[in-house]
């Protein structure tokens, strides 16, 4: 059933996201979320000056246009893209694979080979973009996806009936059904399967990109923020405004943004992702026409 | 029990014959359902291999997330609701030809509307987890409306299937009793709700109908209306269309009533029902068939025409693959094959025959799950971010599944009017009495008006007995009332 450390988002009808009163947050494992929180918060103070917390909250909304995240959880997870210097070589989909014993096909980090407009050829990579009105949510029929107060879209494998309506709902592809049964998982111990750490997977469920949420309140990077050799990846925060990538870059989340004249994927489609991408085409590797 | 009605003369080689099938199938019979059984059975097996060895075995990928399931689910819902349409709107315009077709197609609306029912569990990868649809449901998710309306659209067209039978289990009653078929004489004497065909029982039933054949018309366009929504509210391009709504319940009727051409034609010919199905009803139905398939056509080119008009990158090249791209040539397949033919078959007067009225209407059913497979691979298989196509193949698997739905038609049909009446027997003897009373009183004021004015009748020995005539033509000929008002006339 549902993981009750999460408290569930429910829909009303018209659409406002509504959390539940009992969202105090307990704390998991030895490291409490709040530990997390102190060590990201930590690395943010010092490049922040002196800035209210009122104020970086409201920058933060700002940079997510229309959304405003209304809860008190301590935690708005948000992933930068910095694809200037992205070479594209998919490190990132390898870290994630091994780490939940995936197939080659599961790429729910995938690495795109896009063209832009002037025909540079760049790469980009594309998690699960964890979006504030989350398409996929809405049209499950079960509930089996739920978005965190942490802003985690997540999938209960135990409810999911297999229906791929949430597929079919994503613009992102961001969703992989489990078609066979799974591989054999590699054992980590103490970790039991649930919607933050999804593995082994289960046959004829879908499963998707978590960001690694077993792994966030530990204060420890998802397995592809770690896993990228060029620190393209940033993981982020919105409350405390902070974010950082594996090379132990922290920005200040709301400037880097703004400075860095930063996208989200297909805003069209009104989903409000929480995955900027930073325009480039591996230019800050001196791969300027790049098609590698 | 006593006879159905008071004071509408039966008709008996029409009970017999709506009730041959309960007492005497023939040998042929059980060598069908015996094959039939063995297809469905064979079904069940290849599903059963497909749980264990999961989705992927139908054939199914992460470019091909939905495709021969649910286009069954909407092929047999969608042929469902012929059955209701040539039961409830010819029912409440009045056309009284409907009366020997409306038993066969009401059972066929109700046998596919479960068959299309139970392709949700081979589609689903969780069947077992089916029931949290009922006890952990998300209001907002259209498969949980889909649901609802499909489960409310099944109980509705089993009531209509019911009402109109009462009567008629009363009349079986007597048959059973008089063959010594004890056990399902006290059945049909249980389900008859104490019968006896009075006036208010009567005046109680045909309101009750009445009402029903309202409901069932919008309720059916709600079923498939909220069907096509499945598709178009999510933001796929193709399926995030408009016209949705409208395709589907248009090709519901379409379909529909091209599976009850061929249903009527199956069962007439197997229990000789040739006696009160004629070609008439054939070239009638053909003609039905007509308006739907322009405007199945017609909506096609509104649904084509504005996308690639204005080129919006993932509608173009959706619309590219279906119009010149990989699925072409079975798109122009279902065009030329399910609309063009079809309806040209049943408008041209030279080809309106039963033989080639049949052949259309199984253009039209083939060819329309052909289309319904091209509308869900289609936009499955495009990749919204790479803009690339997947592909999807059949496997045994899918097939053998689908070939069980079709199988189940004639099947559970055969075993229904194993234990049911095949015509509608009171509904036709009321038919007939009411007719015969109409042309009695013509023919009575004909021959006020001929005393008055003092003109010749003619051979007198027509004008008596109309009674006798009519019933000698009986329910066989009841589009033939025309025919003899215009014999009443030259009187």
Not at chain 1, 280 to 286: A, M, P, S
Not at chain 2, 172 to 188: F, M, S
Request: with cysteine.
């Amino acid at each position: 059933m549902l993981n009750n450390e999460y408290t569930r988002v429910k829909i009303s009808s018209h659409r406002q996201r509504q959390v539940d009163s009992t969202s105090d947050l307990p704390a998991r494992g030895p490291l409490s979320r709040r530990a997390f929180l102190g060590g990201i918060g930590t690395l943010g103070a010092t490049t922040i000056a002196a800035t209210s917390v009122i104020e970086l909250f409201a920058q933060s909304a700002q940079a997510q246009g229309t959304a405003s995240t209304g809860t008190s959880s301590l935690h708005q997870w948000a992933m930068v893209f910095d694809l200037r210097n992205c070479d594209g070589c998919k490190a990132c989909t390898m870290a994630c694979q091994q780490r939940h014993s995936l197939t080659s096909e599961q790429t729910w980090i995938k690495v795109y080979t896009m063209q832009s407009s002037a025909g540079q050829t760049y790469h980009m990579a594309r998690p699960c973009m964890m979006c504030e009105d989350p398409p996929c949510m809405y049209v499950c029929p079960v509930g089996a996806t739920f978005r965190t107060d942490e802003g985690l879209v997540l999938v209960d494998q135990e409810a999911c009936i297999g229906c791929r309506t949430c597929m079919a709902a994503c613009p992102y592809e961001a969703r992989y059904f489990n078609w066979t049964t799974p591989p054999p998982a590699t054992k980590i111990p103490g970790m039991k399967q649930s919607p933050e750490w999804p593995v082994p997977q289960i046959k004829d469920t879908v499963g998707k990109c978590v960001w690694c949420a077993d792994r966030l309140p530990h204060g420890e990077l998802p397995a592809c923020v770690a896993g990228c050799p060029m620190g393209v990846i940033y993981i982020g925060d919105l409350t405390t405004d902070a974010a950082i990538n594996s090379a132990g870059n922290v920005v200040k989340l709301s400037d880097f943004l703004r400075n860095n004249d930063a996208y989200r994927f297909q805003e069209e489609y009104g989903t409000n992702p929480r995955v900027w991408y930073i325009p480039g085409h591996g230019q800050d590797l001196n791969n300027d026409s790049a098609s590698s | 029990m006593t006879t159905t009605t008071s004071n509408i003369a039966p008709i008996a080689h029409l009970r017999k014959a709506a009730m041959r099938p309960v007492f005497e199938p023939g040998k042929r019979y059980w060598l069908a359902v015996c094959i039939l059984a063995a297809i469905v059975a064979w079904g069940i097996v290849a599903w059963i291999i497909q749980v264990h060895r999961g989705l992927g075995s139908a054939g199914y990928n992460n470019h091909a997330f939905w495709a021969i399931y649910i286009a069954n689910v909407v092929t047999f819902v969608g042929v469902s609701y012929g059955g209701a349409v040539v039961s409830a709107i010819l029912r409440l315009t009045g056309a009284t030809w409907r009366a020997p077709l409306t038993r066969i197609a009401e059972a066929t609306a109700v046998v596919t509307v479960l068959i299309g029912a139970s392709f949700i569990f081979p589609h689903l990868g969780r069947p077992e987890r089916f029931l949290e649809l009922i006890y952990r449901p998300n209001l907002s998710s259209p498969i949980f409306w889909d649901f609802i309306a499909i489960s409310t659209y099944a109980f509705a067209s089993i009531v209509f299937f019911y009402l109109p039978l009462l009567p008629d289990l009363s009349v079986g009653h007597e048959q059973l009793v008089d063959k010594g078929r004890n056990r399902l004489a006290r059945i049909y004497s249980k389900m008859s709700w104490k019968w006896n065909g009075n006036t208010r029982q009567r005046k109680l039933l045909n309101g009750s109908i009445g009402l029903i054949a309202i409901l069932i018309i919008p309720l059916a366009v709600s079923v498939h209306s909220v069907l096509s929504w499945a598709f178009s509210l999510t933001s796929r391009p193709w399926w995030h269309e408009s016209i949705w709504a409208p395709y589907f319940v248009v090709a519901a009727l379409y379909s529909g009533i091209a599976l009850v051409i061929l249903i009527v034609a199956l069962f007439r010919k197997i229990y000789h029902l040739e006696d009160y199905i004629n070609e008439r009803h054939f070239v009638r139905l053909g003609l039905i068939l007509v308006p739907f398939g322009a405007t199945y056509l017609y909506l096609t080119v509104a649904d084509f025409l504005p996308g690639s008009y204005v080129g919006e990158h993932g509608v173009v090249s959706v619309f590219a693959a279906v119009i010149i791209g990989r699925y072409a040539l079975w798109f122009w397949l279902f065009v030329f094959g399910g609309c063009i033919l079809p309806v040209l078959i049943m408008a041209l007067p030279w080809t309106r025959r039963i033989g080639t009225i049949l052949i259309g209407a199984a253009l039209v059913d083939a060819s329309l799950w052909l289309k319904r497979i091209i509308m869900v691979v289609g936009p499955a298989n495009y990749g919204r971010v790479s803009g690339l196509f997947g592909s999807y193949h059949f496997t045994w698997i899918s097939i053998s599944v689908t070939l069980a739905g079709v199988a189940a038609i004639p099947l559970l049909l055969l075993l229904v009017f194993r234990v049911v009446p095949i015509l509608s027997i009171t509904e036709m003897e009321e038919i007939v009495d009411h007719e015969t009373k109409l042309l009695e009183e013509k023919l009575q004021s004909l021959k006020d008006f001929n005393h008055s004015d003092q003109i010749s009748l003619g051979d007198p020995s027509r004008k008596i007995g109309i009674r006798e005539i009519v019933h000698a033509s009986s329910s066989a000929q009841l589009a033939t009332s025309t025919s003899l008002e215009i014999q009443a006339e030259e009187i």
